[in-house]
């Protein structure tokens, strides 16, 4: 079963300083039918305006990824962890027991978007941490890359759940062939450009896809396309 939200369906906000859109339940947006796909909870595409951020707030059993589009991130938190995050960057907070963070635009004139996404860990009450990792956006072209995964890598951010995200870019015409074990969901999310389904459903900027029951995808590029696909139980 493949399950399209469009962009439009998405709960969309602009507050000036943060704009945006949420794809699952998140804040001020309740829909009891839309809290969780399996472990995940949260993917936010945010935009925050220079110089602007989001102050220092609590966090706890949960993982938080966030993948830089453009622009820059940085991030402090109570561990004693400072950094920026550009394209090619990921960041993961595991919030554990508890952890307090701060997410600022250090930029005066440039935006940065991010996509920020939140996943229920394996085993609740652990150690807080905090990581970062890069990947070649090089290494986008025509593939799925591996960006978040169980076990760290030279170009992998480890995370505490079973579940991958990949990141992948086709031109116009090519495929991404994206294949997992049998019995898992498949979560995906469309950053740029247009992708057609195999069941012929087309996906735009900003629709999200929810997939069960099939175990091979092959995403068709309607146009240049940047595309994320999560591998979850």
Known sequence: ???????????????????????FSFGEFYDPDNTA???MRVCNDDTIAPGRGFGAHPHSDM??????????????DNLGNVAETE????????????????????SDTEPVRLLQL??????????????????????LEGRLLPVVAPERGPEIVDIAQDMTIFLGRAVTGRELAFEQEEGRRIFIYLIEGQVKLPDNQVLLPGDSARVEGVSRL????????????????
């Not at 993982?63 to 402090?76: D, K």
């Not at 939140?118 to 290494?139: E, H, I, L, V």
Request: charged residues 20%; proline residues 6%.
């Open 118 to 139: 939140w996943f229920m860990p394996r085993t609740r009450g652990t150690a807080p941490s905090y990581t970062t990792g890069r990947f070649d956006p090089a290494r």
């Open 87 to 106: 394209f090619g960057g990921v960041q993961r907070m595991s919030a554990g027991t508890g952890a307090i963070h701060t997410e600022h635009n250090p």
């Open 218 to 233: 092959a995403l068709a590029a309607e146009a240049d396309t940047l595309v994320m696909v999560i591998d979850l139980p």
């Open 63 to 76: 993982e938080i990824v966030s993948i830089v589009l453009s622009g820059r991130l940085r991030h402090e």
């Open 1 to 23: 079963m493949i399950k399209v939200y469009s962009a439009a369906s998405a709960h969309r906000f602009d507050h000036g300083w943060l704009k945006g859109s949420h794809s």
């Open 37 to 39: 796909f399996g472990p």
